[in-house]
Nanobody, 126 residues
């Protein structure tokens, strides 16, 4: 896979934003995917993840109920819908993928992933 993240920007608190992660190699259906974020001075943190077909999904507690991960394997794209954004959501957001040969669900550690997109900046002003 070759991942390209897009959709970041500057928004106000309470706004919504949708990120997209596309695979130019058109192989994303064989991969579990995850979204992570990294704020300055902090470690990269798991936000949301999906198994290979979207049947199993998991979220970090900090975004549960506000963020929604989805995927369209036909379009080789994973989405992260972010609602009710807060200033503390400000970070660089990364998508990641790992090839799966059996369905082990969602991977939540950065070390579990082999492929990363370039990151997209999300800034939420108060």
């Amino acid at each position: 896979v070759q991942l390209q993240a897009s959709g970041g920007g500057l928004v106000q608190a309470g706004d919504s934003l949708t990120l997209a992660c596309s695979d130019s190699q058109r192989a994303l259906r064989y991969y579990a995917v995850g979204w992570f974020r990294q704020a300055p001075g902090e470690e990269r943190a798991f936000i949301a993840g999906s198994n290979w077909n979207g049947d199993i999904i998991d979220y970090a507690a900090s975004v549960k109920g506000r963020y929604t991960i989805s995927r369209d394997n036909g379009k080789n794209t994973v989405y992260l819908q972010m609602n009710s954004l807060k200033p503390e959501d400000t970070a660089v957001y990364y998508c990641a993928a790992v090839r799966v040969w059996s369905d082990y669900g969602v991977y939540t550690r950065p070390v579990d992933y082999d492929y990363w997109g370039q990151g997209t900046q999300v800034t939420v002003s108060s």
